[in-house]
């Protein structure tokens, strides 16, 4: 069964250049919604190497599920990535705080304009592999 990927935003702007690029895929859904109220088996959330989860859509996952979110990711990032989770890697987080798997793809090493690189093509990248283990 291949997966269906889910894309979400509630900017019209983002949803809209979306559709236009992904119009001759029909296995890619999307949807103008929070990404958060979106039903599916699991949802990816990008961010830095490190697990910080202090700002944008990492900071409203910990808000709407718990502060705790962020100590097992990290926790997780230290013992089994040796402390750095580079770009292209991923990890699944299956804890009882989620309503379902979080998929941690870094897009980044620490914040910085990224517009130019590959980096949110290695972490989606990352995070497929992730979940295809």
Not at 67 to 92: C, H, M, N, P, Y
Request: hydrophobic share 50%.
């Amino acid at each position: 069964m291949n997966p269906k990927l889910i894309l979400a935003d509630t900017d019209p702007e983002v949803v809209a250049a979306w559709r236009t690029q992904f119009a001759k895929w029909p296995e890619v859904e999307i949807v103008e919604a929070d990404l958060l109220d979106v039903e599916a088996d699991a949802f990816l959330v990008p961010g830095n190497s490190f697990g910080f989860l202090d700002g944008g859509l990492e900071l409203r996952v910990q808000e709407a599920f718990g502060w705790s979110i962020q100590d097992e990711l990290r926790k997780t990032i230290r013992t089994d990535f040796f402390g750095e989770l580079l770009v292209g890697q991923a990890v699944v987080m299956r804890l009882p705080a989620l309503p379902r798997p979080m998929v941690y793809a870094p897009v980044w090493r620490t914040p910085g304009d990224v517009s130019s690189t590959v980096n949110a093509f290695l972490a989606v990248r990352g995070a497929f592999l992730a979940m295809k283990q």
